[in-house]
Nanobody, 117 residues
Framework: QVQLVESGGGLVQPGGSLRLSCTAS????????MGWYRQFPGMQRELVAE???????NYAPSVKGRFAISRGDTKNTVHLQMNSLEPEDTAVYYC???????????WGQGTQVTVSS
């Protein structure tokens, strides 16, 4: 199994920045994609950004140019740098790992990001 732990959420003003972190543990060799999803109230989770084991990336159009996903210096860690945050970015952000050990991958517990003045 794989365990994912997110951190870095919080309250920021519009235009501000946050850096989310996700660390995987357990059967980390089974992971070949890691990403960030977010869930707005009453909505389904949607992809924000993802990065593969060969470091290719994919972003939702709404965050392109503002968010950046990257791997940390520590193995099995991924970051989401969020700049120029807007109130519309307010959501619970979840780390996700695609793994051959689980059909639907693994999810972190989620971290709240609130953008408000």
């Amino acid at each position: 199994q794989v365990q994912l732990v997110e951190s870095g959420g919080g309250l920021v003003q519009p235009g501000g920045s946050l850096r989310l972190s996700c660390t995987a543990s357990g059967n980390v060799l089974s992971i070949y994609v890691m990403g960030w999803y977010r869930q707005f109230p009453g909505m389904q989770r949607e992809l924000v950004a993802e990065i593969t084991s060969i470091d290719s990336t994919n972003y939702a159009p709404s965050v392109k140019g503002r968010f950046a996903i990257s791997r940390g210096d520590t193995k099995n860690t991924v970051h989401l740098q969020m700049n120029s945050l807007e109130p519309e970015d307010t959501a619970v952000y979840y780390c996700h790992a695609v793994s051959w050990s689980a059909e639907n991958g693994y999810w972190g517990q989620g971290t709240q990001v609130t953008v408000s003045s």
